[in-house]
C-alpha cells in the first residue's frame, strides 16, 4: 500500500508547478433572472494557493459553485488543467479533479466520521495514475485528529473536526484542485491554527487551493496570491509580496 508521502510526491508530479491549474476569463452566471458575476477573471496555477477576500454578497461562493457547474447559466471560459468546462454538468467537473467544500460543510449528523469519508467515490481522473483518490490510511496519516474519531457519530465531532472531515472527504475523490469556503468561520483561534497547518501540509503536497476568507489574518499568512471581489467582480489582485502595500486598500474595501 503507498503511504501518504508517496501518494504526496504522485500528486505533485501530476500537478507540475508553474503549470496552469484554472484559467477563468469573463465568466459570468445567473441564479434564474439574477445577474449575478459580471466578467470575472482569475488564474491559479499547480500547487498555488489563492484566496479570494470579499465582504458577504461580493460573489465569491458564487465564483466557486460556478467553477463546480453548480450556478445556474454560465458564460465565458472555465478551463481546468487545460480543459475547457463551461458547458460540462458538475460530474464531469469533478472528473477533472476539482473538489468544492461548501460553506455549510455537509457532514451527515447520523454517519460515523469513517462514513462520511466513505460517502464520496473514489473518481479515476484522466491523466492520473491509479484510481487517484486517497485511501482512508492515507487520508488517517494525514489527519490523526480523524483517526482518533474515526467511530464517532458526525454530532459528537467539534466543529474543527467537521471541518477537517469536510476537507478530508473530498481527497478520497482524488480532487487535486481544492475549492475551499469559510473553513475557518465560527471556529476557536487555537482550532484555526489546526486548518492552517492542514492547508500547508496540503500545499506542501502539491495540490492547488482556492479559498474563500473572511478571517483575513488566517489567509493572509496561507496564500501566495490574493483576489478582492466586490459586486461580482475582480477589483484587486495582488501577490503576497505586494501585501504590506495593499493593506490600506484592503481596509477600504473589506475593513481589515
Ligand atoms: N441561490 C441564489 N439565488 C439568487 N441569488 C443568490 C443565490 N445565492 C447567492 N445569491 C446572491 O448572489 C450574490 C453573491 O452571493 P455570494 O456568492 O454568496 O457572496 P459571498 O460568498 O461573497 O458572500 C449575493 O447578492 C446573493 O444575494
Ligand atoms: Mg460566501
Not at 500547487?47 to 477576500?53: K, S
Amino acid at each position: 500500500m503507498s503511504t501518504v508521502t508517496e501518494r504526496g510526491n504522485e500528486a505533485a508530479a501530476d500537478a507540475a508547478p508553474g503549470e496552469s491549474a484554472l484559467e477563468i476569463a469573463g465568466l459570468q452566471t445567473w441564479y434564474g433572472e439574477s445577474h449575478i458575476l459580471h466578467g470575472v477573471d482569475l488564474s491559479v496555477k499547480r500547487g498555488e494557493v489563492v484566496t479570494l477576500l470579499g465582504r458577504n454578497g461580493a460573489g465569491r461562493t458564487t465564483t466557486l459553485r460556478a467553477i463546480m457547474g453548480l450556478t445556474g447559466r454560465r458564460t465565458g471560459s472555465i478551463r481546468i488543467g487545460g480543459r475547457e468546462t463551461i458547458q460540462m454538468p458538475t460530474y464531469r467537473i469533478a472528473h477533472c479533479g476539482v473538489g468544492y467544500c461548501p460553506e455549510e460543510r455537509g457532514i451527515f449528523a447520523s454517519l460515523s466520521c469513517e462514513e462520511n469519508l466513505l460517502l464520496p467515490p473514489a473518481i479515476g481522473m484522466k491523466g492520473t495514475k491509479g484510481a487517484g483518490g486517497m485511501s482512508l490510511d492515507e487520508i488517517y496519516s494525514m489527519f490523526p485528529n480523524l483517526a482518533e474519531r474515526r467511530n464517532s457519530q458526525g454530532t459528537r465531532l467539534s466543529g474543527g473536526e467537521q471541518q477537517m472531515l469536510a476537507v478530508a472527504r473530498i481527497l478520497r475523490t482524488g480532487a487535486n484542485l481544492l475549492l475551499l469556503d469559510e473553513i475557518s468561520e465560527g471556529l476557536a483561534p487555537v482550532i484555526v491554527q489546526t486548518l492552517a497547518r492542514m492547508i500547508l501540509t496540503l500545499k506542501s503536497r502539491g495540490y492547488t487551493i482556492v479559498m474563500v476568507e473572511q478571517n483575513f489574518r488566517f489567509a493572509a499568512p496561507l496564500a501566495d496570491r490574493f483576489y478582492v471581489m466586490e459586486h461580482g467582480r475582480i477589483v484587486e489582485r495582488f501577490g503576497i509580496a505586494e501585501l504590506e502595500g495593499k493593506m490600506p486598500v484592503l481596509h477600504d474595501l473589506l475593513g481589515v
